[in-house]
């Protein structure tokens, strides 16, 4: 869709205007409107803040092989691969097992290996060899946390669960290197390692709203949970990190004065500079709460130790599956009762700036299985009309407009993917 964004953005502003990019998530649409204009991306999550800042201000002093051979041979790597010498080998050696036709060890491993997890639950459902490997790590990693807060984040919450232990020992230790680096790198280093990390992720999906199930519901252990596991825990993190960034600092940047910002829609909107002549919106429009599909990442970059969230299992509270953040954001869009005020915000500062706004918008047609929108367009487009005095769509592929000024001319019929909403004075 960057194409057909950037068109109408061209439309409706100068190249020396300020352009706003709203729930800018990846950062994809930041990048492509950076290349002509001043762009200002905003998100709640700070893991977008800091993809949005390396993609808008890539820093290109980096020597990416150097950075990676000092996190591959740092004292702190060493550290933490001996404080988990015994959950190591325990991994390895369930996942041998498994490839050889005895699934349960890895299945066991696959459900319980969190440190946090298991030494919260007092290593209820853990059997006696798992229980003194994740104990005899967990001691040792406390003492190194104890003496570097933060230092071991990504493996006491996510390894096991998410990723291989070797594979989080790697993740701890560069992030420490990156703490340590000139404060201009530390963005482009911290997006390197998130995309490494999403490379590397050992999910279905490859997102984090959801570890790995290895058994079916009847408890039986899946076909292939071995080999899958296996390929996505053999990659090397450190490899990925340093292709990714290769990319990331090979980015070309250019001297407009871009900002990421990390902070909710409404405080961006009351910020953004009077040259701001065109924002971009794409907010969610299901009930989905998608901040559950980037926690790993958020707490990366946050490196807080969140409180992990509780959920009912099996009659008692324990520790959700997926390890979400407790105060894990929930967006007013997603939720029907808050969306209608808070698509009104967002048309009221926009419109009281001055700017116009271009929505992206994905219309409903009832399937089975798929979510319904929070609001239909008819509901979009008339809470619209109370601030702008022309509403109009574009549908990528067609660039064809539909005048929805009145509600007779409803789009609901019409079935596209994705389109932009534009509304201006």
Do not use: W
Not at 28 to 52: G, K, M, N, P
Not at 245 to 257: E, F, H, T
């Amino acid at each position: 869709m960057l194409d057909a964004i950037g068109e109408v953005i061209d439309e409706l502003s100068s190249p020396n205007d300020v352009v706003a990019d709203l729930f800018a998530g990846s950062g994809s649409v930041s990048r492509f409107l950076s290349q002509a204009r001043t762009v200002i991306s905003a998100d709640i999550q700070e893991y977008s803040r800091v993809i949005c800042s390396a993609v808008l201000n890539p820093s290109n002093s980096i020597q990416p092989d150097i950075f990676v051979d000092q996190c591959r041979s740092s004292t702190m790597h060493d550290a933490l691969i001996e404080s988990c010498t015994e959950v190591l080998e325990y991994e390895s050696e369930a996942i041998s097992r498994a490839l050889e036709g005895l699934p349960l060890q890895l299945c066991e491993f696959l459900e319980e290996a969190s440190l946090i997890k298991s030494a919260d639950e007092n290593y209820l459902n853990c059997s006696g060899l798992l229980e003194c490997a994740l104990k005899a790590s967990h001691k040792k990693l406390m003492r190194l946390e104890s003496k570097f807060e933060g230092l071991c984040t990504a493996t006491l919450y996510y390894g096991g669960i998410y990723f291989s232990f070797k594979q989080t020992v790697a993740i701890d230790a560069i992030l420490y290197e990156i703490e340590n680096s000139a404060s201009r790198d530390k963005d482009t280093l911290l997006a390197a390692l998130l995309s490494a990390v999403s490379n590397a992720v050992n999910t279905i999906g490859k997102q984090f709203a959801q570890p790995i199930q290895p058994r079916m519901s009847n408890g039986q252990p899946k076909k292939g949970i071995a080999a899958k596991v296996k390929k996505d825990r053999e990659i090397d993190i450190f490899e990925v990190f340093s292709e990714n960034l290769k990319k990331y600092v090979g980015l070309q940047g250019n001297k407009l004065p871009h900002q990421a910002l990390c902070m909710d829609f409404s405080d961006a909107l009351d910020q953004l500079p009077k040259n701001t002549r065109v924002v971009y919106a794409d907010p969610p429009y299901t009930r989905d709460h998608y901040s559950r599909f980037y926690h790993v990442l958020e707490t990366l970059c946050l490196r807080d130790s969140p409180t992990v969230s509780r959920t009912k299992i099996g009659g008692s509270l324990r520790l959700s599956r997926g390890l979400y953040r407790e105060q894990r954001h929930q967006s007013p869009f997603c939720i029907r009762s808050q969306a209608p005020q808070a698509f009104t915000t967002l048309f009221s500062k926009v419109s009281k700036l001055g700017a116009s706004l271009v929505l992206s918008y994905s219309p409903h047609v009832v399937r089975e299985g798929e979510h319904p929108r929070v609001m239909t367009i008819e509901d979009l487009t008339a809470l619209a009309r109370s601030h702008f005095q022309e509403i109009y769509t574009v549908c990528p592929g067609e660039f064809k407009h539909n005048k929805l000024n009145s509600r007779e001319n409803s789009f609901e019929q019409k079935p596209h993917g994705e389109i932009l909403i534009i509304c201006k004075n």
